[in-house]
């Protein structure tokens, strides 16, 4: 009787167990309590600017992006923004979102991400459809590879149409930001002191066109890797330099080999932590 039930108690572990591995996500709050989805897109309603940190080729991630986007879009005003198009792309990007040029035309002219039809082109069809601003927001990667090998005084020389594409000069730049310290680290010191800063002026540029394309009274939905906003640092400290007064959500994606708890590893990482099995599926 005994052996009988610690084998069904065995079976019930095992399937319980099993249903979680299972699980695809969870969503977490920033102290690392589960929340549901519509928790999350009901309190999504009251920001002005949102920030979704994502894994690059993660399906979960866009899927998200995805979601939020099409479900703000039907309770507010809503522009959408993104770090996969860069600032002097915006005229073509704005004339394909109008309906003024076609996608081959489209396809030609702007630099789109290898990822771009699985992942991003629902996102501009989206803008298209629902007739929404779609704002490119980060700095020509011509740019930033300058900034890489000569550190901001490289932009000085830029014209002035070349610098309209680009934060204000000179940018502000914390060194001692724990997202800057960190790519220095992960390159193991063999990294050039510019890296950081290639990094920033990323950051600092599309917080610039992130303001300057916001509304009052509108939400501002940003697309970004996760890397530009976690710990409320990149993006978001160029933001708060300026407009302090404006309220921000940050949304971020973890991996893990279980999401029926949140490690403590990634508590207090984002806003909103959305929590994906390491099992799942990637893009690319």
Known sequence: MKKAIFIALGLIISIFSYSQKTEAYRVFNSKG?????????KELKSADIILIGEFHNNPISHWFEYE????????????????????DNQADLTKYVQGKIDKPEFDSLVRLWPNYETDYSPLVLLAKKEKLDFIATNIPRRYAKLVHEEGFEALEIL???????I???????????GCYKKMTGMMMGHSSANLPKAQAIKDATMAHFILKN??????????NGSFHSDYYEGI?????????DLKYV???TVSQNYVNKLYD????????????DNDMTTSY
């Open 250 to 252: 940050t949304i971020t």
């Open 68 to 87: 939020i986007s099409y479900y703000l879009s039907k309770h507010n005003k809503v522009i959408l923004g993104a770090e996969m198009f860069e600032a």
């Open 265 to 276: 590893d990634n508590i207090g990482i984002a806003d909103y932590v959305i929590c994906v």
């Open 167 to 177: 934060a204000p000069l000179p940018v502000a730049y914390d060194p001692d930001l």
């Open 214 to 223: 916001y509304k009052k009274g509108h939400t501002f939905i940003h697309y």
């Open 159 to 165: 014209s002035p149409e070349e610098k309209a594409w």
């Open 236 to 244: 978001l400290w160029y933001l708060k330099r300026e407009r302090p």
């Open 33 to 41: 309590k589960s929340v549901s989805t519509d928790k999350m897109l």
